[in-house]
């Protein structure tokens, strides 16, 4: 090696010394609640695309809907010693100890998608999440302006039960119909987000609910949950999206397509890109030392069948939702 190449090379290695961490180094665990809906489904696809890009290592642990998985999920990457903790928590309560555990390792955790009991806010950096409530008043206003005055016994599907979003979701629709006393949610049950019992309880409703003619209006907490609903209304030789109105959350493919059938009415936008606002956070947190804001929100945008349902379908089905 000539004198002036060994330089450069002295020169590179030093500078590389002094450099901050970067976001090739980072590793991430990433505790997934699983892929209870088309909506959780993209969202895995897309954090993994995030990662890539910022050639961040993802490993994402998958919760089967269970707490207790996350918990071991979240120890197993303490033990690691990874970079960070990316956490959807599938419920809001009874993460104090293991959140405890990784402040006590020095490991930053961030909150995707869902919100943990507000008493554990110090207990992680940031939450990307949307705001949930004002997902529910954003449904439960497109409701009402639909419904106008006319009286409207409305049914809803809630997500799981304890999931911040499932009781924020009720919250907000809850508080935009009370304006309008035309409006009344006359049966309200859990649906776990999934389509399956979306279906199974929507077939409860409709028996309970005079063959479902007196049922106005469907609320789902999220789409999935919806299209089981449709699939059940049509095996009742109901007309969804006519006979009965239908508003949702998520904006996922599958609804494009009921809009575009006519057989559904409404949803409000979830984007199923929290890593991306999550990962550009940590990598500032860690080369920078910039603290983000405790609340990263997510934009809520309603979608009617005014809105060229065909072209929104054709526009995400390639996002793998
Ligand atoms: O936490 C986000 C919710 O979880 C989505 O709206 C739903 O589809 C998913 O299961």
């Given at each position: 090696?000539?004198?002036k190449?060994?330089?450069a090379?002295?020169?590179?290695?030093a500078?590389?010394?002094?450099f901050?961490?970067?976001?090739?180094?980072?590793?991430?665990?990433?505790?997934q609640?699983g892929?209870?809906?088309?909506?959780?489904a993209?969202?895995?696809t897309?954090?993994?695309?995030?990662?890539?890009?910022r050639k961040?290592?993802?490993?994402?642990?998958?919760?089967?809907?269970?707490?207790?998985?996350?918990?071991?999920?979240?120890?197993?990457?303490?033990?690691?010693?990874v970079d960070?903790i990316?956490?959807?928590?599938?419920?809001?309560?009874?993460?104090?100890?293991?959140?405890?555990?990784?402040?006590?390792?020095?490991?930053?955790v961030?909150?995707?998608d869902?919100?943990?009991?507000?008493?554990?806010?110090?207990?992680y950096?940031?939450?990307v999440?949307?705001?949930?409530?004002?997902?529910?008043?954003?449904?439960?206003?497109?409701?009402?302006?639909?419904?106008?005055?006319?009286?409207?016994s409305?049914v809803?599907?809630?997500?799981?039960?304890?999931a911040s979003?499932?009781?924020?979701?009720?919250?907000?629709?809850?508080?935009?119909?009370a304006k309008?006393?035309?409006?009344?949610?006359?049966?309200?049950?859990?649906?776990?987000?999934?389509?399956?019992?979306?279906?199974?309880?929507?077939?409860?409703?409709?028996?309970?609910?005079?063959?479902g003619k007196?049922?106005?209006?469907?609320?789902?907490?999220?789409?999935d949950?919806?299209?089981?609903?449709?699939?059940a209304?049509?095996?009742?030789g109901?007309?969804?999206?006519?006979?009965?109105?239908t508003?949702?959350?998520?904006?996922?493919?599958?609804?494009f397509?009921?809009?575009?059938?006519?057989?559904?009415?409404a949803?409000?936008?979830?984007?199923?890109?929290m890593?991306?606002?999550?990962?550009?956070?940590?990598?500032?947190?860690?080369?920078k030392?910039?603290?983000?804001?405790?609340w990263?929100?997510?934009?809520?945008?309603?979608?009617t069948?005014?809105?060229?349902?065909?072209?929104q379908y054709?526009?995400k089905?390639?996002?793998?939702?």
């Amino acid at each position: 090696m000539s004198f002036k190449s060994l330089l450069a090379a002295t020169a590179l290695a030093a500078s590389m010394l002094s450099f901050p961490a970067i976001a090739a180094e980072l590793t991430v665990g990433f505790s997934q609640i699983g892929s209870e809906s088309g909506w959780r489904a993209a969202e895995t696809t897309v954090s993994k695309s995030e990662a890539a890009k910022r050639k961040v290592n993802l490993k994402i642990a998958d919760a089967q809907q269970k707490q207790e998985n996350q918990i071991k999920a979240i120890r197993s990457f303490i033990a690691q010693n990874v970079d960070a903790i990316f956490l959807a928590p599938v419920v809001s309560t009874g993460w104090d100890s293991v959140l405890k555990e990784a402040k006590e390792a020095k490991i930053p955790v961030v909150l995707l998608d869902r919100d943990i009991d507000p008493s554990g806010k110090e207990l992680y950096l940031t939450a990307v999440t949307s705001d949930s409530v004002h997902e529910g008043e954003v449904a439960g206003d497109w409701l009402a302006k639909t419904v106008g005055n006319k009286a409207c016994s409305i049914v809803e599907l809630q997500g799981t039960v304890g999931a911040s979003v499932a009781a924020n979701r009720k919250k907000g629709f809850d508080t935009a119909i009370a304006k309008h006393a035309n409006l009344k949610v006359v049966r309200s049950q859990t649906g776990d987000f999934t389509r399956a019992k979306g279906k199974e309880v929507m077939e409860s409703f409709i028996k309970a609910e005079g063959g479902g003619k007196n049922i106005c209006a469907v609320y789902a907490h999220n789409d999935d949950m919806m299209v089981g609903a449709i699939q059940a209304m049509k095996e009742a030789g109901l007309k969804p999206g006519k006979d009965i109105l239908t508003v949702s959350i998520d904006a996922v493919p599958d609804i494009f397509k009921a809009m575009t059938a006519g057989e559904a009415n409404a949803t409000v936008e979830l984007t199923p890109n929290m890593a991306g606002p999550a990962l550009d956070a940590l990598i500032a947190y860690k080369d920078k030392k910039t603290t983000p804001p405790k609340w990263i929100q997510t934009e809520s945008k309603l979608y009617t069948q005014t809105d060229d349902p065909q072209k929104q379908y054709d526009g995400k089905k390639g996002l793998g939702y």
